[in-house]
């Protein structure tokens, strides 16, 4: 899926015949109180799809990106060249009436032990099923590997704050966060409001 990136090397299960992910039930500090209410559903924009096209690029422009600023550490102005040129592509879905959307930054410290591999696998299901169940309003999922430290960041932008929340009932989100509670020395959630600034022609990328 191309709305998922990895940057980098990734841990592989080399040699090693596909296993299923064993996760028991626990609680999760990742995870937000859980809603019996369905996803919410993501109707395209041209502006989001112009995003969406955009956030393919995104990468980081310092090795500290990990625990770095995260309005700092990514190439926002090629992003927002790449975010120019595709909103003046002829389109016919509606336009948006607003030029924001909510990302969400993970940053971890993992414990020396991690089964990496196994985390990321059930952290990518996680996402590919809410790309589904929203209709596509998951617009870029980007993870990347450890530093020598075992730090890691993985980052999310949606279409809308809302429809971002409303995930945290899918069964494999679930599992991924069940899973995830186990294997971090720390871990911290920042979340930023990236807006499209007409009148100058740029991204402004804020804590939200």
Request: glycine share 2%.
């Amino acid at each position: 899926m191309t709305n998922v990136l990895i940057s980098g090397v990734y841990p592989q299960r080399e040699g090693e015949t596909e296993r299923k992910v064993t996760v028991t039930p626990s609680a999760c500090p990742l995870h937000a109180p859980v809603s019996s209410d369905p996803p919410l559903k993501y109707a395209p924009t041209h502006e989001d799809e112009s995003m969406r096209e955009a956030l393919k690029l995104l990468h980081p422009i310092c090795d500290d990106f990990r625990t770095a600023d995260y309005a700092t550490s990514f190439n926002w102005p090629k992003i927002t060249e790449s975010f120019i040129e595709h909103l003046k592509y002829p389109s016919e879905l509606p336009a948006r009436s607003d030029y924001e959307w909510y990302a969400v930054v993970f940053r971890s410290q993992r414990r020396a032990d991690c089964r990496d591999a196994d985390l990321f696998e059930a952290d990518r299901q996680a996402y590919e099923e809410a790309f589904s169940a929203t209709n596509g309003a998951l617009l870029v999922y980007w993870y990347t590997g450890l530093d020598e430290n075992h730090n890691c960041l993985a980052t999310c932008v949606w279409s809308a704050r809302d429809i971002a929340r409303s995930v945290n009932s899918l069964p494999r989100h679930r599992e991924a966060a069940k899973l995830s509670a186990h294997v971090y020395v720390s871990y911290h959630i920042d979340r930023y409001r990236i807006s499209w600034v007409p009148s100058q022609q740029s991204l402004s990328v804020v804590p939200w």
